[in-house]
């Protein structure tokens, strides 16, 4: 690599050694602050198992154990916070020592990856810390300069997190924002392994965060990895979170009879819950092979047709607040945008932001 | 994950294995065509070291142990094949069993990644391959369906290919495509881990191969990681390729003086052994935590006018058919093009890609 980030980081600490000669020793102490699961936004219950995860505890049992499984990852949890510390370090812990995946980095699945505020406002990516084991422990996240004092830390995609502190300096400010977008309700997003985040490089490109950076809004990723199929007992999930839209992309892992059967009385369900929120229908992407393999695209086309009408249906039966997004713009048309054909690269995350970010901002108002 | 590329590849074998019934034995044997280093294009040099590397043997203790090392991987290689096999498999193995980075999948630093032509001839993505270790023995690649003929194969970019098999049905046809694009001379690109192809989800990611495909014209990957610095035996090397371009894109591992001293004699240098081809010179891109770190962006700021400052001075001294490219589009400007700050992901390759085009197809003519 021309200038590694642990190349970086030594550079860095060295400078920020320098400029400490002269400072009283307490300025240089760490103070770690021990972030708690209520600390975090992007969580759809204050009290879910285990504690760093994605459900609440009585949906063990009710949901597919495939569900349950992928809903421990942490995905799509992040922590927004105020310091003006001039260092931030970090310690996190994981659920799983399989740090990475053969199409996915260790950064994405059990990495941390921080954005912060420039001086428009606007969240832009600042500093990634891959996992240096099951366990990293006090490892130097960034060296903020003077006036970068506002964080977005997302949370890894595809292990449990167990353990999260933030070292800062003792002396400075520190500051767990939970409310910063509060005047919207959050956007919730269930759908596959794609929603989940499979395979961004970082946390915070898989699509939903990008979206939430974007909107300026909340996100809740319900992302099932291989088990989104539509069960009544993930609208009636749904339905208990109060949200300003709701995204349904479960298309990926679900067989076209499933969508024909189940498509309907999910919306219905959710909708009864839910009597106003907008609710967005989504069809699944095309592989990016898909041009080669004809037997896939058919599959696909009776596919995208039960969903499309079950929408027809739905708006029929007088069920308002309705949107649908279509295939075609998900992973664009030059086959390069997915890793296996499936999973979208940073490239592909962006284009199904690029898709969804026009609808969602129609169906918020 | 919804459909992992397993559990595809296990519906697609099944399907196989029930289209097999009542064939004769001999469709299904499967013959394995051993790949030799001259089958490989995108070589600069018909002899290596090793066979699969990327530099003459000569130049081991000429060149600094930086670049001999990096020069090992199999970075920018690739094969051009054409069969009519209805099944493809591959074994391969690796001089390193470190498979992934922290900040680089295992798919793009030790995996094989294909394309095929489409019926309008253009090369689009087709399949890849994760490596299951350091040696991966008889994967099915693809089923590719009747009239898919023409193939692309990339070489891992980050890891030594130490033995590679292309295994197809006995009773089909294979050929080894040397001088597809032979009616051009090949672009020689000389760089840093970008361009060697960190952190490109798969091998045909790295910028330098999406540009051969966009281009039609064969690509040598001179990319040495974080050991490209204009050394004059670099200039050497790269003139002794017969190309149609040199892109030389090193800044990203060069301090403002290095690039004082060096750049004017390594151009010249190059020039009087090619004494027309196009030479590009390529700012290095801003990082993309630049926004907040001042600092960072001095140094880069000092080290582009250096550059500046050699063209300009190049220019005057009447050397001709210069090029040059600022760093300003290379990743964009939203931060969110690479993984760690410098590294393009895919989002990022494919910016640099399409900021490269327009100069190297002027280059070109």
């Known amino acids: 690599m ?9 550079v860095v600490l060295a400078a920020g050694a320098r400029g400490a000669v002269g400072r ?19 969580r759809g219950w204050a009290e879910t198992s ?29 922590l927004d916070f105020t310091t003006d510390s001039p260092e931030l370090r970090v310690t996190w812990a994981l659920g799983s020592g399989e740090l990475g995946m053969w199409h996915m980095t ?21 500093a990634v810390a891959g996992p240096g084991g099951q366990q990293t422990r006090d490892r130097v996240l960034a060296r903020p300069p003077t006036g970068l004092n506002h964080f977005r830390l997302y949370m890894p995609l595809y292990n449990e997190l167990t353990e999260l502190s933030i070292g800062t300096r003792s002396n400075a400010r520190w500051e767990v924002a939970r409310h910063d977008d509060a005047k919207r309700r959050p956007i919730v997003f269930y759908g596959s392994s794609i929603m989940q985040g499979c395979s961004a490089s970082r946390p915070g490109m898989a699509f939903a965060a990008i979206l939430g950076r974007r909107l300026g809004v909340e996100t809740i990723n319900l992302g099932f990895s291989g088990s989104a199929k539509m069960e009544p007992v993930l609208a009636d999930l749904l339905g208990e979170i109060e949200a300003s839209a709701y995204a349904i992309d479960a298309m990926p892992n679900m067989n076209p009879n499933q969508v024909r059967e189940r ?13 106003e929120t907008p609710i967005l229908l989504v069809e699944g992407r095309a592989f990016t092979n898909a041009w080669a393999e004809p037997g ?10 039960a969903l499309q009408d079950a929408y027809d249906a739905l708006v029929k039966s007088g069920i308002g607040g309705l949107h649908y997004l279509t295939s075609d713009r ?17 490239l592909g995350m962006m284009r199904y932001a690029d898709a969804y970010e026009p609808v969602l901002r129609k169906m918020l108002g």
């Open 2 to 10: 021309n200038l590694s980030r642990r190349t970086f980081v030594g």
């Open 263 to 275: 498509a309907v009385p999910f919306v219905e369900r959710l909708r009864a819950k839910r009597g």
């Open 24 to 42: 009283a020793d307490t300025d240089d102490r760490i103070e770690w602050h021990t972030i708690k699961p209520h600390d975090l936004r992007g």
């Open 330 to 346: 998900l992973l664009g048309d030059d086959s390069e945008a997915a890793i296996d054909g499936s999973h979208p690269t940073d």
């Open 106 to 126: 260790e950064a994405g699945k059990s990495g941390l990856d921080l954005y912060a505020r420039d001086q428009m406002g606007r969240l832009r990516w600042y």
């Open 296 to 305: 896939r695209s058919r599959y696909a086309a009776e596919r995208r047709a």
């Open 50 to 78: 285990p504690e760093f995860g994605r459900l609440p505890g009585w949906a063990q049992g009710r949901v597919t154990s495939g569900v349950w499984n992928n809903g421990r990852c942490a995905a799509g949890q992040y």
